[in-house]
């Protein structure tokens, strides 16, 4: 099957090529013989908010500056209208200082964590459930055609999992075209860095989707309905609480998306059936993929 599709759709596509995101690596494979694999490179980037130091996340180390932004907005210590009056990146000291007009302080929020189930140890600081209360996203109706037009679409786009593997991505969609494309080691920073962008950009909400390639926990359900976003659509299965939260929220919950097969738990009443599942090609079993498994 090719493994390409129109990069113009994108407004960010993913960058397999960049030279800092892998390396190769020299190894023996199952006859014995030399063999060499690019591997993601996992970096330290620490997040200061202000003068306070917030988390030190393990990442890719592209869009440092989005991925402090999204996070922050993310755990609720920014707000969807800070006044943000600087993000320094500085490579050297793999830090980044997220500067806002108002002082900031949040020691107490910080003193209660939660290490969540995302790929590469997620962490959420504070109440998980703190700021969705009185939370409604909108009843925005999503097409099924959209949804197998993005799956192929994303399927098909140069990537680095497709490349190296051990990675998971995060896609921000409006109706059947895929705006942004994001990578890391953990679905949570992916998420984050839309999060960011979308600050950084002010992009409105209420009319996207995230498709993502990992499971559907109640830590990516909350972040998705923390940024305003009514749906959220994923190749991979579901948690309970998950859905429980998703339903509580009105997000329009999705998974198990191949081929012509999806099964969706929260929001059905949101889908418009307008295309015929029977059309829609299935899968093949393997992807044909460089790396190893993600």
Sequence with gaps: MARDT???DYLIAPDPAAVRLTRAVRGVDHNGE????????ERPLTIFLNRQEIVTAMTIGDYPQYLALGFLRNQGMLRPDEDITGVDYDEELE????RTARATDYEDKMQRKTRTSGCAVGTVFGDMMEGLEGVSLPATPMRTSWLYALAAKINRTPSLYLEAG???GTVLCQQDRPLVYMEDVGRHNAVDKIAGWMLSERVEAGDKMLYTTGRLTSEMVIKTAMMGIPVLASRSGFTAWGVEIAQQVGLTLIGRMRGQRFVCLSGEERLIRDADPASVAEEPRKSGRKGAEA
């Excluded at 030399?34 to 490179?41: A, C, K, S, Y």
């Excluded at 830090?95 to 997220?98: E, G, S, Y």
């Design 34 to 41: 030399q063999t060499e694999l690019n591997v993601v490179e």
């Design 166 to 168: 051990a990675i998971h």
């Design 6 to 8: 129109d990069l113009t």
């Design 95 to 98: 830090t980044v200082v997220v």
